[in-house]
Nanobody, 120 residues
């Protein structure tokens, strides 16, 4: 079992950057594929980026390509989301999640989320 805690959210101006972190507990973290999702009120949760257990492969939602970068450090039980060139439309609660299978990952474990607000 994996417990996930996100951090790094906050308020930033458009064009700015933030780095989100997700700290995981449990010795099996390195066996899980990881994803970052986001959700705004009234909308479904959407996948932002995902990375395999080894870090060898990553994929992104089209609107995030070139702006966001997902990475992980299995020695630190952590996964990160570097977000650059932020836009007001990126305002959302961001969640990290852990799951099996690739690329159709089934996410079984979720964090509580961290708020990102981008002002215009």
């Amino acid at each position: 079992q994996v417990q996930l805690v996100e951090s790094g959210g906050g308020l930033v101006q458009a064009g700015g950057s933030l780095r989100l972190s997700c700290a995981a507990s449990g010795r099996t973290f390195r066996t899980y594929n990881m994803g970052w999702f986001r959700q705004t009120p009234g909308k479904e949760r959407e996948l932002v980026a995902a990375i395999t257990w080894s870090g060898a492969y990553a994929r992104y939602a089209d609107s995030m390509k070139g702006r966001f970068t997902i990475s992980r450090d299995n020695a630190k039980n952590a996964v990160y989301l570097q977000m650059n060139s932020l836009e007001p439309e990126d305002t959302a609660v961001y969640y990290c999640a852990a799951g099996a299978n690739w690329p159709r990952t089934v996410y079984d474990y979720w964090g509580q989320g961290t708020q990102v607000t981008v002002s215009s």
